[in-house]
Structure formats: C-alpha cells, structure tokens
C-alpha cells in the first residue's frame, strides 16, 4: 500500500539491512502509527512513504531473514 506520511507521530528508524555500501541502500521503518508499519527511503525521508499490514510487514522480514527473497 502506497501513501504519504502519515500525520502521527511516527519515530524512525533505520533498518540493520543497509546494502553494505555506508548506508546509501537502506530503508527506515516507523514505529508508532496503529495498525500499519510505515517504511521510507532513508535517503528521502520527505519523499513517499509505503504502508504496509503488521501481518505483511511480518512475512516480508521473515523471507528476508531466511534468504528466500
């Protein structure tokens, strides 16, 4: 689900995957919006923000973290 920031209070923070190159791959997720998990590109975090179900967000880490993405 694709939308802009919501207007809560939304703290950021960066994820531990970076893409190994000092950072400039990496996404910042957001934590304190009921409901969904809000995710951006820390290279633009006044750019589009992507909202995800905690249930999805939850299956994405999962794949990730068992290398079958």
Known sequence: MRGAT????????????????????????????????????SKDPAGPVLTFAPAAWADFLTAVREGTL
């Open 6 to 41: 919501p207007d809560l209070n939304v703290q950021w923070r960066k994820s531990s995957y970076n893409g190994g190159n000092d950072g400039d791959a990496c996404v910042e997720v957001g934590a304190g919006v009921p409901g969904v998990v809000p995710v951006r590109d």
